[in-house]
């Protein structure tokens, strides 16, 4: 017998001969059975880490934590950010909550609906809770969203989003979160169930509700309708928590109806009680919403309802200078890039916030009318041997004239 018959797997023991391959080491051989079952364990394993990592690479914080960093981004709107911050951490538990067969308790998605004026700060607060997670977050409007089949994106889309922010990584996808803006553009359009299409109204809702309440998807990763030839992604929504934003304007007078009518007759309790005529959105019920037009099995799938304060102007002066990213504070640090010190005065500030209140042009107005007072100053100085740069009311006044202002109504 040969000496290189005489070979044999160091971990089997098989000889040369009863293999197909037999590889060779410095001072040892492996048989092919043995790297068959080798790489069989090397991929369990690497999907057991995987695993562990998607439940314990997600450092949930506890409410108070996390509305402490929601107030280093926003101003007011202590209510909703308290009711977010409880949603969040309980959506998260129960994402970290073992899965077992004798499990007494499955916990259920806390999927929210936030009600407020444009420019108070849903997409925001949305946005900086997933920051503060560090999980993938996608913004879908939804006056887009048509019933499959017709013209528009299919509801599936949303889930495209997604993906694409999680960098198609599935398994992060799964446990991200999505914004639904403009819900309120999709609440139907008569009182009853439609006997007629409605195909971007409650056509829209009724193809969402598998997704709020968790379901398999198949995902067309580049968006469905113009690349038919693309493999599908299985994506599981169960775990996806979703956020939904609309202003409902004109769902004020639904509620003023509704308390009017309770404070008739014997039981006239809200009598009693003060009821704030300029925040009307703060008694906001699951029950107003259907009257407005969601159908309810939507309200069903979305529990936790909040809504945000309309902004005054107090809480306008304080966007300006006191949250992180404050514009005060942007314009500061792109001034100092150039070298120029940059200030402004306490009276500018309350011209911005008066002409922002007077034109109803919200907090997004704000920037808008920092830009038309600093744009020529940010035009010039950069090539200009002047090294402070100081912005009175006067100063302010004189670069918003009235067509200015009007030019920045219409476009709010």
Do not use: W
Request: aromatic share 6%.
């Amino acid at each position: 017998m040969s000496k290189e018959e005489n070979l044999e797997c160091s971990f089997c023991g098989r000889k040369k001969v009863e293999t197909d391959l037999l590889i060779a080491g410095m001072d040892a051989h492996i048989c092919d059975k043995c790297i068959e079952q080798a790489h069989g364990i090397v991929l369990d394993e690497i999907q057991d880490v995987a695993t562990t990592a998607t439940s314990t690479d997600l450092e949930l914080k506890k409410p108070q934590d996390i509305k402490t960093f929601l107030e280093t981004y926003i101003i007011g709107q202590d209510q909703t950010k308290k009711t977010m911050a409880v949603a969040v951490y309980n959506h998260y538990k129960r994402l970290l909550q073992k899965k077992s067969d004798d499990s007494p308790v499955e916990i259920e998605k806390s999927n929210m609906i936030l009600v407020g004026e444009t420019g108070t700060g849903k997409t925001l607060i949305a946005k900086t809770i997933a920051r503060m997670l560090s999980v993938p977050f996608s913004i879908v409007d939804a006056t887009v969203l048509t019933q499959a089949g017709y013209v528009g994106e299919d509801v599936e889309s949303i889930l495209s989003r997604l993906l694409q922010a999680a960098d198609y990584d599935v398994e992060k996808a799964q446990r991200g979160i999505v914004f639904i803006d403009e819900i309120d553009k999709i609440a139907r359009k008569g009182d009853n169930p439609s006997i007629t299409r409605d195909v971007s109204g409650e056509g829209v809702q009724q193809a969402l509700l598998k997704l709020l309440e968790g379901t398999v998807v198949n995902v067309a990763p580049k968006g469905g309708r113009k690349h038919p030839e693309q493999k599908f992604v299985e994506v599981d929504t169960k775990n996806i928590l979703f956020i939904a934003g609309g202003a409902f304007s004109g769902i004020e007078r639904n509620i003023s109806a509704r308390l009017n009518r309770q404070a008739v007759g014997y039981s006239a309790a809200l009598s009693d009680d003060k009821i704030d005529e300029e925040n009307l959105l703060q008694y906001v019920i699951p029950s107003d919403l259907k009257t407005f037009g969601l159908i309810p099995e939507i309200i069903g799938r979305l529990p936790v309802l909040s809504y945000m304060n309309p902004l005054d102007a107090k809480t306008l002066r304080a966007i300006l200078t006191e949250p992180k990213n404050a514009l005060i504070k942007q314009y500061t640090a792109l001034f100092a890039m150039d070298g120029v010190t940059f200030s402004i005065d306490d009276k500018a500030l309350d011209y911005i916030v008066e002409k922002a209140l007077e034109y109803k042009l919200g907090a997004r107005g704000l920037r808008s009318l920092c830009e038309a007072i600093l744009t020529d100053a940010m035009f010039e100085l950069p090539s200009s041997d002047q090294k402070e740069f100081h912005v009175n009311r006067k100063y302010a006044a004189g670069k918003l004239s009235n067509s200015t202002l009007k030019k920045l109504k219409a476009a709010s």
